[in-house]
């Protein structure tokens, strides 16, 4: 009971934020009816949406699922209290990006899915990841997982992957597509992201998508998610100091063209 009122306090003293209302004004009615309602709604689902440290346990051994052992054998180890036999082996993980798990899909976005009455397997197919996000720039937003920089640093938290190798991992991938090549996600597993997508139009009379000719470059919906969403400040200091240089270049050359009209003009013509 006290923790459905100390929410109930809560979700008053941001609504009354969200709606501009001083202290003394009462929330109307339609707001406050939807306020509560709303309050319903989440008390339900945090019933039954799996705990944090349950979705991090998932994601590691996900994770861990993608290293494999390669043996070598056993061999006779001699030392001071005998021989003994031991087994040389290793365990070694997949050349890839540690964000791959992110780029696939969000683990609130399959838990989302999950709790609507999928299954975990159905689920992964259809939550939505970074990957999705570059597509289409306009939906991000508030209520789109992953395309804030809140919720990103949530699901980065719940993946155990630091917002530095998010930034690091997407400058790698936008340094491919800038060059008009795969992004090469992982050697062993053969994951690659293109740089470039079909542009589909949706077709009324046919009431089926087709392909208008043309194709939607990925490269800069990637610079923005990192500008924008991952606010990763090292890729935002190399581009200013790059369209700093660029404008620099632009003026001294214009300056160098001025210099050689004038020359020109002041230098004796051949008769």
Known sequence: ????????????????????????????????????????????????????????????????????????????????????????????????????????????????????????????KQAHGIVNLFTNSGVWGPDMIGSTHESLVQEAEFANISMETIGKDLAKIYKYMRQETKAILGYKTSYKMPYKQEEYVYNQHKRDWEWTGKWIFLAPNVRLYIIRVVKDKNFCATLIQTAWRQRRDKKLLMVLKGLSYLIKFISPQEK
């Open 1 to 124: 009971m006290a923790t459905f009122t100390n929410k109930k306090m809560l979700k008053i003293e941001k609504t009354t934020l969200s709606l501009a209302l001083q202290a003394w004004e009462m929330i109307p009615k339609p707001h406050l009816v939807a306020m509560l309602n709303a309050l319903k709604c989440e008390m339900e689902t945090a019933k039954i949406m799996p705990t944090i440290e349950e979705v991090k346990k998932k994601v590691l051994e996900q994770k861990k699922s993608r290293t494999r052992r390669i043996k070598f054998g056993i061999v006779k180890e001699h030392s001071v209290s005998g021989v003994e036999k031991k087994t040389i082996s290793f365990e070694t993980k997949l050349n890839e990006m540690q964000t791959c798990y992110l780029i696939d899909h969000f683990p609130s976005a399959i838990m989302d899915l999950t709790i609507r009455g999928l299954e975990e397997k159905e689920a992964k």
